[in-house]
């Protein structure tokens, strides 16, 4: 399955998308198409530049957001054809700054971004906003439109420059400057709806029902006479693939390796065991790994050399096996367990931003894509369905509702740096010396964190962080200080790499919230809970850790999910008596603007 080719082609007898999404490099284009298809219409994804020609039988077309600007030379553009060709078309966030440019509005270059939540009020109702007056919407954009076409009118807005919705309704041409297709954009589907159907008059035909077999139907085309060997994590992701790849071919054709790379949670090995003695797996081995992927990330503190130089480790490790087995004769192909994000996320489409290298998209495995000796069910997947798919599969629901867990492991919540430096005080608290990845206006940041010096609340995650990531272009995360064993002026950063001796404090400590948030019941509150290590702190006490709780649908944006006080307050109190741990912090921001994974 090619990582730029929608799945659901596969999956429908439809030869002919009722409606198209154009590609112009956005985090969420694919997510737009798979909107849609839970509308029950058929949707594909095409390149921005289709011609008009090409898309005259739509029933309407949507222009996706994208990391671009209109103001760039080669900028990502649709037919100029396409605005005169009478086919409904909506655009977002980027979509509708080149609408507004092809049209003869005003587009301008923004002086502050927007990203995260947002307030929608509908000034002037028309066809998109039936049933919708007012909502929270989702943005992450830069440049605005400051002035829409001729016969446009402006439709909403959200408190901030620039033209919030916009629509010539006569000739069925829409733009919003927000995210639709996002959960946190909660009239998001009924817009869609009012779309789709109301505007372009489309039909449902789209239905679910034949996805897994038409997904072992494809496993079964693309191995051919060929085994299958997965390289497992034990996360939801590679288990629901390898499930699949057992239903399509059976135990005897399929084998699972567990690359125990030290950079594992704690008791993580035995858990995985267990997991694969269950799903019924015959071949299934267990490799030791730790050295050679500690030696590979000896002396990295960038996050992108270390995210690549696991990938290329795990490849050395795979070629490593293969060779010591039988899997080279030809009669073999890997399976992974990679899903939408990690394509997109990896800058795989043409005209998307590298937000972060996943470990499943370096270049050895490209190399092995590129020669056809891979096989991904799930690639055009979101986690959700994912878990929808594993439901349908059998998996065992524990197990489906597990937490998200990074391919590189603890390694990419281990923070580095190369020198020490100590904090710097600002108004609002502390610029910590330290950098984080982030997502703005669809484009990687690579920023400082602001530390505040007070204790997390609704009000910082609402209007505090959003409203500094915003305003301050050098950060993309705010953290709060939820307790220390010494000020946080007399703080600095160490020089620190990834050790076999951090990541045991980093087990540990994630291990205390593990087992803290299943006693508490936060567990089931939260999508996914990342702990992350911080080369931050006092002689003896040279670590900090930062709590990131937050709640998601499919990984592509995220919420704060805030921990009561009482329980805070004592999960705090166990992290600090650990002895290298001298302070904790939790994460207040939003992705966007902030990836859920600091690295």
Known sequence: MRNSEPVSGKHSNISTPQITVLDTGGQYTHLIARRVRDLGVYADVQPSETPASELRARKGVII???????????????????????????????????LARHLGGKVERGTRGEYGPAHLTVTEQDPLWNGVSESQIWMSHFDTVAA?????????????????????????????QFHPEVVHTRAGRRILENFVFGICGAERDWNISQRIPALEE??????????????????????????????????????????????MRKNETAFVRSVFAELGATHFLVDEAEAEFLHALEGLTDPEAKRLA?????????????????????????????????TIESGGTAKSDLIKTHHNRVAGIQALIESGRIIEPLTSFYKDEVREIGRELGVPAPFLARHPFPGPGLAIRCLCSRSRAAVVASSEGALLPVRSVGVQGDVRSYR?????????????????????TNERSDINRVIALCGSKEPLEAFSVFAATVTKQ??????????????????????NQVWQFPVVLLPLGVAGASESVVLRPISSVDGMTADVVLMAEAHLTELTKRLLNVPDIAAVFYDLTHKPPGTIEWE
């Open 148 to 176: 829409v076409p001729p016969g446009f009118r402006v439709t909403a807005s959200s408190g901030v420059s620039g033209v919030a919705a916009m629509s010539d309704p006569a000739r069925r041409l829409f733009g919003i």
């Open 64 to 98: 996706s957001g994208g990391p671009g600007s209109v103001f760039e030379a080669g900028c990502p553009d649709i037919d100029p054809d396409l605005v005169t060709s009478g086919v409904p078309l909506l655009g977002i966030c980027y979509g509708h700054q080149l």
């Open 448 to 468: 400082q964190v602001l530390a505040l010096n007070r204790a997390p609340d609704r009000e910082g995650i609402e209007s505090i962080a959003p409203t500094l």
């Open 218 to 263: 494809e496993i079964r085309r693309i191995a051919r006479d060929r085994n299958v060997f997965f390289f497992v994590s034990g996360g939801v992701d590679s288990t629901v693939a390898y499930t699949l790849c057992l239903r399509a071919l059976g135990p005897e054709r399929v084998y699972g390796i567990y690359v125990d790379t030290g950079l």
């Open 502 to 523: 951090r990541l045991e404090v980093l087990r540990e400590a994630d291990g205390i919230v593990r087992e803290f948030c299943l006693e508490t019941g936060f567990e």
């Open 310 to 342: 696991i990938g290329e480790q795990f490849v050395r490790v795979q070629e490593r096996i293969l060779a010591s087995e039988h899997f080279l004769d030809g009669h073999w192909i890997l399976g992974q367990g990679t899903i939408y994000p990690d």
